[in-house]
């Protein structure tokens, strides 16, 4: 069988998912009124164009991908997307998408068996310090940007 190599220019696909960010960000507030997004709306929108861009990389797309083991009781997480490569099957690259700093997502992804790994965080806090004590071996590529989201408006 024939092993194919896929190669990703991280940098370039950080532009192509910040640029994917904001037309998510323009799709969703188009009709409306408000120009609010609601974080979990904004996650799945995400997640369904980073599943799209897949084949643009000779990859398909996988949506909620279980990862094994990932905590010490042995108990299973899942990433947000998984591309596998379309010529030889092999998971090429994984994104955990956050809008708040979870340990828990960065250890899912450095469990992941592949290449690529990327967390995908839009939030406002400061990340360098939990990355830099959980990631010592720079294996997670960091695309990161800051959306303003709208409270939830309570219902009388």
């Known amino acids: 069988m024939k092993q194919t190599t896929l190669m990703i220019d991280a940098d370039q696909l950080r532009e192509i998912v910040v640029?994917?960010?904001?037309?998510?960000v323009r799709e969703l507030t188009r009709n409306r009124k408000e120009k609010m997004v609601d974080k979990l709306?904004?996650?799945s929108a995400l997640q369904k164009k980073l599943l799209e861009l897949a084949?643009?990389?000779?990859?398909?797309?996988?949506?909620?991908?279980?990862?094994?083991?990932?905590?010490?009781?042995?108990?299973?997480?899942i990433i947000d997307v998984a591309w596998w490569t379309l010529a030889d099957r092999e998971l090429l690259a994984v994104f955990e998408i956050?809008?708040?700093?979870r340990t828990k997502s960065l250890r899912k992804i450095l469990h992941a068996n592949c290449p690529y790994?990327?967390?995908?965080?839009?939030?406002?806090?400061?990340i360098r310090?939990?990355?830099?004590?959980?990631?010592?071996e720079h294996k997670i590529k960091i695309?990161?940007?800051s959306i303003e989201f709208g409270k939830k408006k309570r219902k009388p």
């Open 41 to 43: 709306e904004f996650h």
């Open 55 to 77: 084949p643009d990389f000779c990859c398909y797309g996988e949506k909620e991908h279980p990862i094994p083991n990932v905590q010490s009781n042995d108990r299973s997480g």
């Open 19 to 24: 640029r994917l960010a904001n037309d998510v």
């Open 117 to 126: 790994r990327f967390w995908v965080y839009y939030g406002s806090c400061e």
């Open 143 to 145: 695309i990161d940007f």
């Open 98 to 101: 956050d809008s708040t700093v």
């Open 129 to 136: 310090d939990v990355i830099e004590t959980l990631d010592i």
